[in-house]
């Protein structure tokens, strides 16, 4: 498995679309004995929690592994111990790295840290063209809109969180840099002004569109009023949950399809969208299990507190029955679009688009964003209660030397865009909704309810 080619992996994934689910499961359990044996042998973390396995691996004998644990054993935990947590965060420092590759083999990723623990992600040869192959082969779900993509010079702007260590912009980098000819994929840091993402997608004219939802909800009124002017054949959301309400609205204001996978940095893409609109896991390549909060699995069609995700593809890092904080059901019904693997429905995120003086908004992964580089963080929340008022709870080491690099952070972004906004730091901890246990890390004043939320 390990060195994988790039045209390997899209024959190796092309093949298993003819499977049925049961071969499908043969697969996995062949490619689950390679990695836990690799881990086995080069992970003294793995080495540890494994002990001797003698006989066929059965998936539920293995242990339940958190991101925070992973990350606080990471320099055991990696495969190739010549690369440690150290060296990483060294080579961070210096933002111009972003989508360069650490000692020339592995891409660096982090995730955002909406679960409270950020974690840093290496992408092998073979992860990286694993994940390509997903999204070249999955990726769209009709034909005629890859062809009209293709047909229209494969332009591509990404509505997201650019100059940070971040899947999204840190493979668009990557590819900037090794193809410096190739004009075609842009990042637009959702952070800026609307008028200047505006002024930025009109001189690009994108064909395909991607983004967090929330950042595509703001551009609704820019097309609507004529100021932005694109026609993109594709609109591709992921990030967070997109809701049937604002893909119909997105459909119907740029007069093109709307679609989304379901992804997360660990994993690659999990589920890619089909025909019918539903999320087929990628079983070739993933186990995912639906559990409870104790880890007991959840039967197919019905409503599981979280997953825990296999990567059978990522030898430098083995995400073993990884905990994904995510509530979901997976349905294990026949598809009409033909394909044979289970499809999953995700219950989504919940944070909310803040709205500021003389029309402001903020995408609420951009706050996220910013929170979650400014300080060491283990879990927060931003709640409006006015257009120039906003509350931080905080749960960290050193809380209020945690508030005030954040504090920094968001009044650096308030001034560029000539705001004042007062920030607090509470003197309450972040926490779960108590009836219905969603965590928010954003919530707009209109939404904030203290009575729930104390």
């Not at 644990?69 to 790295?97: A, C, G, P, Y």
């Not at 580089?373 to 283990?378: F, L, T």
């Not at 409006?384 to 709870?393: A, D, I, V, Y």
Request: charged share 20%; aromatic share 8%; net charge neutral.
């Amino acid at each position: 498995m390990k060195g994988m080619g790039i045209f390997r992996a899209l024959r190796t994934t092309h093949r298993s679309r003819t499977m049925t689910r049961q071969q499908v499961q043969v697969l996995q359990q062949e490619r689950l004995a390679q990695l836990v044996q690799h881990a086995q042998k080069h992970s003294p973390y793995f080495e540890k929690r494994l002990g001797q396995l003698n006989g066929p691996v059965h998936l539920e004998d293995l242990p339940v592994t958190q991101k925070h644990e992973l990350m606080n054993h990471f320099d055991d935990w990696v495969t190739d111990q010549s690369v440690t947590k150290r060296d990483i965060e060294q080579f961070m420092e210096n933002t111009d790295n972003i989508g360069r590759k650490l000692n020339g083999r592995y891409l660096v990723n982090t995730t955002s840290g909406s679960t409270g623990h950020p974690a840093i992600v290496l992408y092998d040869k073979t992860t990286m063209n694993v994940v390509s192959a997903i999204a070249t082969l999955r990726g769209v779900a009709r034909r005629q809109d890859l062809l009209a993509f293709l047909k229209n010079g494969k332009r591509t702007a990404g509505l997201f969180v650019d100059g940070g260590f971040y899947l999204s912009n840190g493979t668009v980098r990557w590819n900037q840099l090794r193809m410096p000819w190739r004009k075609n994929q842009i990042i637009v840091d959702v952070r800026q002004g609307t008028s200047a993402i505006v002024q930025k997608l009109n001189d690009f004219q994108p064909a395909l569109l991607g983004g967090y939802p929330t950042a595509l909800e703001l551009l609704l009124p820019e097309q609507q009023s004529g100021k932005l002017q694109i026609a993109p054949v594709l609109i591709m959301a992921g990030g967070e949950h997109l809701g049937a309400e604002l893909r119909m609205r997105l459909q119907e204001t740029f007069g093109c399809t709307v679609q989304s996978t379901y992804a997360c940095t660990e994993a690659g893409i999990i589920a890619c969208e089909c025909g019918e609109g539903r999320y087929h896991l990628n079983e070739d390549w993933l186990i995912v299990e639906a559990v409870d909060f104790e880890f007991q699995p959840i039967a197919d069609g019905l409503a599981a507190e979280q997953l825990l995700i296999t990567n059978l593809f990522n030898y430098t890092q083995p995400f073993i029955r990884y905990v994904v904080t995510d509530r979901a059901t997976i349905y294990a019904d026949p598809c009409p679009c033909g394909r044979t693997t289970r499809w999953i429905e995700l219950e989504g995120r919940t944070d909310d688009i803040l709205h500021f003086a003389d029309n402001v908004k903020v995408s609420p992964l951009s706050f996220q964003s910013m929170i979650a580089e400014s300080a060491p963080i283990e879990r927060f929340q931003l709640i409006q209660h006015s257009e120039n008022k906003l509350e931080l709870r905080l749960e960290a080491q050193d809380r209020e030397a945690a508030f005030t690099a954040a504090e920094g952070m968001l009044q650096s972004f308030f001034r560029d865009h000539s705001l004042q906004v007062d920030i607090f730091l509470s003197d309450k901890m972040p926490q779960a909704h108590p009836k219905s246990g969603k965590f928010k890390h954003i919530y707009a004043n209109t939404d904030y309810l203290p009575e729930k939320i104390t």
